[in-house]
Structure formats: structure tokens, C-alpha cells
């Protein structure tokens, strides 16, 4: 997992991955949104689905901590071995929107993940046991905040982009 000298390198990375995994769409009509296609796991509402879907639970996570509620990662209703659960979940949350709809969601997300950053001190963001939605959200690893950023933005957003681009080829988009 890469690593990152400051808050500047994080959102600078995150910026970049999520320009190049959002232009992807530009291009897909609405009536082919819902469309499967054999090779690819997720249609293109699912694919957004799937970011909105983590990047909400990142944003709740740091919100409810500083609310001073008890965190339950990955989510109150879901344990880390219901990921599919999970998937299904965010599937049937936000899947039915528009493309543009999700789109502007995961955008006001991704601002407010910049807003997360540009919050927490060098040390919350980078040093491990700053937070405990963090500590306990592994058992046996220790992850500092911006890991959890990482694997929730920029990861997703370069592995997804690839599956979307397979599914626009496979549906000549």
C-alpha cells in the first residue's frame, strides 16, 4: 500500500484516481446503466454503488467517533465476514439512483473526505491508535486513518476503473 508524506500527497492522490474513475461515465447512457455483462461483476449503477456505498461508511465512521457514539465497523448491521451482505446492501441503497445522481454523491463524499483530512492532525491521520474505529475495525493489524482513506478511495477507484472500461468495451460505450 503506498504511503504518503503529508495531507497534501493523500487528497493530490485521491483527486487524480477518482478524475480518471469518474470520467469514466461520462460516456454511459442512463438506459444502460442496469446492464450486466458476463465478463464484469458489477453493472455501472453497482460500480458507483459500491463507492458511495464505502465511502458513506468512512465519513460515518469518523462522524460517529467524534459524536462520541460507539463505532461498529464495518457497519452496525454488518460484520467483516458479511461483506457480500454489505455489497448487496449498498446495491439496494443507492444502485436505483442515476448515474449523474451517484455521481454527485460520490463527489459530495469525496469533498468531505478532503474536509476529514484537512481536519484531523498530521498525527490522527498518520500514527496508528488515533482512532478507535481504526484499531478496531482490524484484529491483528495496525492501520493508521489514511490507510483506511487509501483502501476506500484511491484503491477502489483504480480497480474499479478497470472494470468499468472491461464492461464499456464489452457494450461498445
Known amino acids: ?15 487524480k484516481s477518482f478524475k480518471k474513475y469518474i470520467s469514466e461515465f461520462q460516456n454511459i447512457p442512463e438506459e444502460l446503466k442496469d446492464i450486466r455483462a458476463s465478463e464484469v461483476d458489477r453493472t455501472p449503477a453497482e460500480n458507483l454503488a459500491y463507492q458511495v456505498g464505502w ?12 459524536n ?14 458479511e461483506l457480500g451482505k454489505l455489497y448487496k446492501h449498498f446495491t439496494d441503497t443507492y444502485a436505483h439512483l442515476t448515474l449523474k445522481e451517484l455521481e454527485e454523491i460520490l463527489r459530495e463524499n469525496i469533498s468531505s473526505i478532503y474536509e476529514m483530512i484537512d481536519s484531523l492532525s498530521e498525527d490522527e ?18 492501520w493508521e486513518v489514511y490507510k483506511f482513506i487509501h483502501i476506500n478511495t484511491v484503491a477502489p477507484f483504480g480497480t474499479f476503473r478497470t472494470k ?10
Not at 465511502?55 to 467524534?66: F, Y
Open 1 to 15: 500500500m503506498k504511503t504518503y508524506q503529508d495531507k497534501e500527497e493523500l487528497k493530490a492522490e485521491i483527486e
Open 55 to 66: 465511502t458513506t461508511l468512512l465519513l460515518k465512521w469518523e462522524e460517529d467517533e467524534r
Open 68 to 81: 462520541g457514539a460507539e463505532v461498529k465497523t464495518p457497519s452496525a448491521d454488518f460484520k467483516w465476514n
Open 164 to 173: 468499468i472500461r472491461k464492461w464499456k468495451k464489452l457494450m461498445q460505450v
Open 125 to 142: 491521520l498518520f500514527k496508528p491508535h488515533m482512532r478507535k474505529w481504526a484499531d478496531e475495525a482490524t484484529k491483528t493489524a495496525t
